[in-house]
């Protein structure tokens, strides 16, 4: 069984410790199994958190053990990491060991030396204190989570969910992430002007927008040949004006915003069905297998196969072509072009 560590220093933060106690607590294997065997640790017998005081039942030693360590955030961040934490952090790293920092847990990590030279998030109030103290680290303020592979990063409060969702996704795939997104009355994924590698997002249109409905119409036909004059024409507006106000309310053009939409299809089809790659190119909408795989690679950084061998969590090699459910949470496009056959993530 995977097991979780979950590292509680003094004056942790209560959400931060809990959150991925509760996501990785829900996560259940198809036999009903649980997928995660959770360890909370600490660097001393007794810690605060607060309006409360806490034993954890680990030591540090307990890291060494683990698959995956959790470095919650402490009401100080500034605060020199206690004697032992940062080596058997690194010791456990060295072993392969993933890691991932919550909120200002990105400090925590930070002073391991472990995120140097690597792209990292937090709470967006501390991401320019964390720039300031740790110059080695690349900090991006405008992202729910940053995955670098071995090492993680969320940003606050319930980005710290949507990070535990995404490596459960990573370690049993959608179904089982799915399930746990239900649990903890979460989306699977969440809107947001936010760059994730889980899920190539649109900027965030306000509700009401007068873009809004031809958005909602561009999702719906993603699949069809659409021209810039073509966008214009159903929107009732010039080339030139369809533009402006695209730039206006979505930071992007409207070509850009249809290609993001056909990778964010493509992304949900690869995960949810093991159609063929040729199947998925004309059903998000790209004009071939090799404009697609050119462009899915040049988006979300690894090609249409890779991504369904990591996601998926299972050996999508053989040619059956059935449906899996798709997640609630998925956009209308990618609902319309896969019937769903079952609940998933619940919307909040």
Known sequence: MHTVAVLALDQVIPFDLSAPIDAFGWARLPDGRPAYRIRVCSASEEVSAGPFALRAPYGLEALAEAD????????????????????AVRAAAANGTRIASICVGAFV?????????????????AARDLAEMYPAVTVDPNVLYVDNGQFLTSAGAAAAIDMCLHMIRRDHGSAVAAHAARMCVVPLEREGGQAQFIIQTQPPVPSGATLEPLLNWLEENAERELTLEDIAAHAGMSTRTLNRRFREQTGTTPLQWLHLARVRRA?????????PVERIAAQAGFGSPTAFRERFKRVVGRSPYAYRRAF??????GSASGPAPVPASAPASASASVPASGSAAAAS
Do not use: C, K, M
């Open 68 to 87: 995956t360590i959790i470095l919650p955030g402490v009401a100080d961040p500034t605060v020199p990491l206690p004697p032992g934490v940062a080596e």
């Open 267 to 275: 992304q949900y089809l690869l995960e949810t069905t093991t159609y």
């Open 312 to 317: 998926q969590g299972v050996d999508t090699s």
């Open 109 to 125: 990590f930070a002073a391991t030396g472990l995120l140097d030279g690597l792209r990292a998030t937090t709470h967006w109030v």
